[in-house]
């Protein structure tokens, strides 16, 4: 099997691993920006595997409210700085995010390198559990994906700051995607709420058939921070007073995502088109 995983590229850095976390929407965009801020001014690396504590739907950077066709108590919404469309997130979800300085990084160059390179590690991670025949059609999307047989089965977005951090976030599909409730919320273009239906999930393409999607995140976590650990010189925990200081960063950020004039902004020409992030062509 190891024919069939990718050329490994290794950075000659530390990478610090916040942990496995499940938190607010508002929390997770506030977290994902401190540490974009952090990276830049202590030239560090940091990744993150996180849930959502409620269903969630995250507008782009410059998607329109419109493409929302309801909120109810159920479901929580902001918007992020990456770009893309419009992601509806549960609990078959898993996030990623990956940040880091671009300074003094001649692998991490730009958009197409960091997909690259993170998009990588996550695709390895990815084939690592999958049944043997299903390994050789798993492969990286241009920008925005990785794909089982021209399918997505992870899509990501990112945003790199005018202070030269980048951050690379996105979903992996660990269970099947529920394409009657996603359409209840947003407003879905007729092909992509048919293509949802027919999305593969971890679940679907594991060794390991009949377990819970707990199992399955378990699993993926693991292969992940592995392959991490082969990417960077080494994974580092944060020490209590730099988890506090990230914190206390974060808290400050929170207000912004929970601001209505941020998400339903209307200082930048809005993008309406309706179609689901993992559905966009890359």
């Not at 359409?183 to 390991?208: F, G, H, Q, T």
């Not at 004039?261 to 559905?279: A, T, V």
Request: proline share 2%.
């Amino acid at each position: 099997m190891g024919n069939t995983l990718s050329v490994k590229q290794k950075i000659k850095s530390d990478i610090y691993y916040l942990g496995y976390q499940k938190n607010n929407i508002f929390d997770n965009m506030a977290i994902d920006e401190a540490l974009m801020e952090l990276a830049d001014k202590e030239n560090k690396f940091f990744f993150r595997l996180y849930d959502f504590d409620k269903d969630s739907i995250i507008l782009a950077f410059s998607d329109s409210m419109e493409n929302v066709k309801a909120l109810d108590k159920n479901v929580e919404l902001t918007r992020r700085l990456s770009a893309g469309k419009p992601i509806y997130i549960d609990d078959n979800v898993l996030s990623y995010s990956f940040i880091g300085p671009m300074k003094d990084n001649n692998l991490l160059k730009d958009g197409e390198s960091i997909h690259n390179f993170f998009g990588t590690i996550i695709m390895d991670s990815i084939k690592s559990i999958s049944k043997d025949n299903l390994i050789p059609n798993i492969k990286l999307g241009k920008a925005y994906s990785i794909k089982l047989e021209e399918k997505p089965i992870v899509g990501n977005g990112q945003h790199i700051s005018l202070s030269h951090s980048f951050l690379y976030h996105g979903i992996i599909a660990v269970g099947n995607w529920n394409a009657d409730k996603i359409n209840n919320y947003l407003n879905l273009v007729r092909k992509d709420y048919e293509a949802l239906k027919d999305l593969p999930s971890i679940e679907s393409i594991n060794k390991v058939q009949g377990k819970s999607i707990d199992y399955y995140k378990s699993e993926l976590i693991k292969q992940i921070i592995s392959n991490i650990n082969n990417r960077f010189d080494n994974v580092k925990k944060l020490s209590k007073d730099e988890l506090n200081e990230i914190n206390k960063m974060k808290s400050e950020k929170v207000p912004k995502y929970k601001d209505i004039n941020w998400i339903d902004r209307k200082d930048i020409s809005l993008k309406k088109d309706s179609r689901f992030c993992l559905l966009w062509p890359d």
